[in-house]
């Protein structure tokens, strides 16, 4: 037996999508016995909603959505470790997408937030179900325009601009994250066209 996060080493990419998808309807079931309008028990109703049993309310699996994002400056990428990583490696900026907000705006809004830094040429990359606990992940690249590099203390712990010779520790091959740096390194980003 082994956790959720390391099955992706093991497993097919099938199953541990599968076994995501498990993970998360247990957690949503777990955290949603009782009916958040009038506080009467939840009672299953489709394969993945519930219904209230006194009132009707219905509910059903509800998404965190997290922006990720690789930026660009010249042969060099930006790398962070924030507080909430597990180990010493270093990954991407990313945050949770809040209410009212593009995604782009969110990508945006977070660079500036946990590093000082602004970019421009904001493409998309990719997607993936989070399920820890319940996430979707969705990656872009970006190339930097301006900005001194200012970490915001309270989110991340350590971070700087880094080149293809001296990557640090990165992610595991699970995680979005990983995926960016290594569609940096193997040359599969489109090139930025100054828009
Ligand atoms: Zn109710």
Redo the contacts with the bound molecule.
């Keep these: 037996m082994t956790g959720l996060r390391a099955s992706y080493d093991v497993l097919p990419r099938e199953l541990y999508l599968k076994a995501g998808k498990g993970a998360e309807i247990l957690y949503w079931d777990k955290n949603t016995k009782f009916?958040?309008?009038?506080?009467?028990p939840?009672k299953l109703h489709t394969d993945i909603s519930k219904r209230?049993?006194?009132?009707?309310?219905e509910v059903w699996p509800q998404l965190a959505t997290a922006i990720i994002v690789l930026v660009r400056r010249g042969d060099s990428i930006l790398l962070v470790h924030a507080h909430n990583l597990r180990g010493k490696y270093y990954g991407l900026v990313a945050g949770f997408v809040e209410t009212g907000e593009t995604l782009e705006e969110c990508v945006r809004r977070e660079l500036m937030e946990e590093t000082g830094v602004r970019v421009e040429n904001i493409r998309y990359f990719g997607s993936q179900p989070w399920p820890y606990p319940c996430g979707l992940m969705i990656g872009f690249y970006a190339d930097y325009v301006e900005g001194d590099l200012h970490l915001q203390r309270s989110e991340i712990a350590y971070g700087g601009w880094f080149n293809r010779d001296k990557l640090p520790d990165i992610p595991g091959k699970v995680s979005m994250a990983r995926m960016l740096i290594d569609a940096w390194l193997e040359g599969r980003l489109a090139e930025g066209c100054g828009g």
């Excluded at 009916?35 to 009467?40: M, Q």
């Excluded at 209230?52 to 309310?57: A, F, H, L, P, R």
């Design positions: 009916c958040g309008v009038c506080g009467a939840m209230c049993t006194n009132c009707g309310k």
